[in-house]
Every structure is written in C-alpha cells, then in structure tokens.
C-alpha cells in the first residue's frame, strides 16, 4: 500500500515537473520569436527580403510596408509570401519575379492558408504568412505531447528535440513551408496508425501542394503481410484521395506555365555523392581551415552528424510494422539521394526537406540504456536551431 502511494506521489510530482518544463521552453520560443518584431513592420523581418530586391517583388508588395534585411541577404520565405498575397497568380508580375515559379507555385498551400488567415486583406495576409509558422508549431508541440505520458522523462526529451531541431526552428525563423508540412505528415500518419487510411490518403494527398515530396509518406498506406487484405475500391479511393489535389492544381498551373509546370531544378544526384561532399566539406572547414570555429560550433557540423545518427539508426533496426519506421525509412534514402544544391550553405537546406526522417527518429527510439546515446547524439541539431532562432 505504502509503496502504491508513494508511486501516485512520484507520478504526480514528475507530471507537474514536466508541465512546468513544457511551458516554460514554448515560452522561451515564444519570446524569441517576439525579438523579431517592429513596430513599423510587424514580424516580416522573419520572411527574408532582400534590402535591394525590390525589382523582384510584385507591385502588390512593393506597396505593403516590409523589412527588408540590409546587406541583401535573402531566402525562400519571400517568394511564397509573394505568392500569398496572389495564390491564384491573377496579376502578372507574381509569377515571373520568383527564382523558379513553377516550382514555387506548385507548394501553394501554406501561401493559401495565410491568404485565409489574413482574410485577404493584404497587410494581414504578409503578416499571417510570417507568423502562421508558429501557429502550426504550437500544434505540432500539442500534437507532440498527446503521444506520451504525462511523467514520462524520455517523452519530454522527444517532445523538446522534435520542437527544437534546425529543420522546425529554422522554418520558423525563415517563415518557411517545412515546419507546417511535418505537422501533415504527422497528422496523416497517426491517421493510418489508427486504422484510418482514407483519412491519412486525404491529408497526404493536400500536404503534397505544400511540399511534393510528401507523397513519400503514403508508404504508410501499403498493405503488408498478415493484414487484411485492401478491398479494390479502398485502393481506388485512396489512389484518388492521394492524387486529385496535386492533379487539379497541377492543371490549373499548366494553363499558365505550360509544360514548364514539373519543372525541378537539380534537387537529386546519384545516391551518397552530395552527402558524402558534405562530409568533406565540413571536415575541411573545420579541421584544415585556419581561423573557422570548431566542429562542435558548427551548424552544418551539428546538423550532419545528426541526420547521419538519425539515419544509421533507422536502417539499422528495420521494422516494416511500424508506420513511422517506413516514413523514417523512405526519407532516409531521400536524405542520401539529394543533390549538393540541398545540402549547400550554412547549414543547408536537407534537414528541412528531410524533417519526416527526425520525428520518424525520435518516435521510433529504443527503449533500453541506449537511449540516451542515441537521442543525444540524434538530436545535436537541436543546438543549430536554437542559433537559427537567436540569428537576427
């Protein structure tokens, strides 16, 4: 009985611990995010205009007050914000000012969504499309803490990578389309987790108009062996739940960009080439170069040692059982197949684009003494987002 009583205690006592805790790191988010706000420009400074890009933004923005960052650094942000501010490209000039339109145009969800939340009063749409990254994030931390116990410590420590890693903060800070496109992923995977496949089809199928390699995830889809066996009409549903966003905006784009509109870019390479460049790369500038800061400082360090732990650790253990596995999987060898063009910069891009592959990481951890050698050394990134976050 004593021994009953004491484990309430203790259970209660972690539980108020570890709500504490989660508030206390979503405020701290919060309040850095709160640093990039003016009061002349609201939080635009988070999208990442050129300070001398004007004659790359359409008139419709040109003429909404926005930051622009001095120095002419820029990033993607700036091109769906644009689009947000026209998601049909009715006006002339928003589909030829982006660096790749018909790329850009393909992800037109999270640009609509922001044209929702500003009502379409476009002030309110550049705003919401800045700030609609936290929004989803807030949901992911929610969606997040839903799957473990209230006084489960490894639980927090998953529920803090996952918010905390390069790919989501840096999303944030850039106020672009990645973060808000896990969140699909996720919801369409617990989904299929519960038995639900038309369902996860559906939001599959929608998050692809945020990012196309979305359509990945519907692996989680594929019947194995020992399950019931699909019904004809269950595949044919899912087939056009799967597809029919993705063709009926495809369509509309290709009566303006024509037979432009699968237009990619050199986004892949052959298998382990890029990755391994990466590699050099990053050994080369940090233990050859004079002067550049040590590994452990490094982003892009950080970053690729934790997708190469996320990645090892996934292959090492295959589990065709297992939904998040085989989402873990398939972006692991999206990870190894991406060209020098994602992995360029400081740190790159592929751990964005590869961000299914971190939570499918953390949610499929061992549960034995290892884990916290694999977690730790998993989730290093956490430290480049917590930079990305402070960068101003």
Request: include cysteine; hydrophobic fraction near 55%.
């Amino acid at each position: 009985m004593a021994n009953t009583v004491m484990s309430i205690l203790h259970g209660r006592r972690a539980s108020g611990a570890i709500l504490v805790i989660r508030v206390i790191l979503v405020t701290a988010v919060l309040l850095l995010v709160a640093r990039h706000y003016d009061p002349v420009y609201g939080f635009t400074s988070l999208i990442g205009f050129a300070e001398n890009g004007q004659p790359h933004e359409s008139r419709t923005l040109q003429a909404i007050p926005h930051y622009r960052n001095p120095g002419g650094a820029s990033y993607d942000g700036q091109y769906y914000a644009q689009l947000a501010l026209d998601p049909l490209l009715l006006e002339p000039d928003t589909g030829t000012l982006m660096d790749s339109p018909p790329m850009r145009a393909r992800r037109i969800l999270l640009p609509m969504t922001a044209y929702v939340l500003g009502l379409g009063r476009r002030a309110a749409v550049l705003q919401a499309y800045a700030v609609q990254n936290v929004l989803f994030w807030l949901v992911f931390a929610w969606w997040l803490a839903r799957r473990f116990k209230t006084d489960d410590w490894r639980g927090l420590a998953i529920w803090a990578a996952c918010l905390l890693t390069f790919g989501m903060l840096g999303s944030v800070r850039a106020a672009l389309i990645d973060g808000p496109s896990l969140l699909l992923v996720a919801i369409a995977v617990s989904a299929a987790e519960e038995g639900h496949v038309k369902t996860a089809a559906a939001v599959i199928g929608v998050s692809v108009l945020a990012r196309e390699t979305n359509i990945l995830a519907a692996v989680v889809l594929l019947p194995l062996a020992g399950t019931r066996r699909p019904r004809v009409w269950e595949l044919v549903v899912c087939g056009v739940l799967l597809a029919l966003p993705g063709l009926l905006w495809f369509d509309y784009l290709r009566s303006i960009y024509r037979s432009m509109v699968f237009q990619q870019g050199r986004s892949f390479a052959v298998p382990l080439v890029a990755f391994a460049g990466k590699w050099s790369q990053v050994l080369r500038e940090g233990l050859l170069t004079p002067g550049a800061p040590p590994l452990w400082r490094s982003p892009s360090a950080l970053v690729l040692v934790s997708l190469t732990v996320q990645a090892v650790n996934l292959l090492r253990r295959p589990n065709l059982a297992s939904p998040w596995w085989r989402v873990g999987a398939v972006f692991t060898l999206l990870m190894l197949s991406v060209s020098e063009i994602v992995w360029e910069g400081e740190p790159g891009a592929t751990a964005r684009v590869v961000l299914p592959m971190t939570l499918a990481f953390n949610l499929t951890l061992p549960a034995g003494r290892s884990f916290w050698v694999w977690w730790a050394t998993g989730n290093l990134a956490c430290a480049a987002g917590v930079m990305a976050l402070l960068s101003v």
